[in-house]
């Protein structure tokens, strides 16, 4: 098993910025591509952005593209997501996933782990 735990969401002026991480822990030598979803109340869980196993390839949702960006340091089996320029829209409960599979997925039904998430607030 795979054990993700997320941290550095809170409360934010909008225009801000804040940096989300993820931790893994456990079976690590088993997950290869991660990616970032949110899910704001009442509304589904959408993809916010995705990275390959040596980080070359990302992906983004449209409404993030320019001002997030996700990037991960394997020897720390850590994901981050910097988010500048945030909107109120941008307020979600924010979850780290990770894939056992190799190709990038940007849905969640392709991802095998999740972690509990971490709610993210902007203030008009």
């Known amino acids: 098993q795979v054990q993700l735990v997320e941290s550095g969401g809170g409360l934010v002026q909008a225009g801000g910025s804040l940096r989300l991480s993820c931790a893994a822990s456990?079976?690590?030598?088993?997950?290869?591509?991660r990616g970032w979803f949110r899910q704001a109340p009442g509304m589904e869980r959408e993809f916010v952005a995705a990275i390959s196993w040596i980080g070359t390839t990302t992906y983004y949702a449209d409404s993030v593209k320019g001002r997030f960006t996700i990037s991960r340091d394997n020897a720390k089996n850590t994901l981050y997501l910097q988010m500048n320029s945030l909107k109120p829209e941008d307020t979600a409960v924010y979850y780290c996933?990770?894939?056992?599979?190799?190709?990038?997925?940007?849905?969640?039904?392709?991802?095998?782990?999740w972690g509990q998430g971490t709610q993210v607030t902007v203030s008009s």
């Open positions: 996933a990770a894939s056992r599979g190799i190709v990038v997925p940007i849905t969640a039904g392709a991802y095998d782990y």
């Open positions: 456990g079976r690590t030598f088993d997950i290869f591509s």
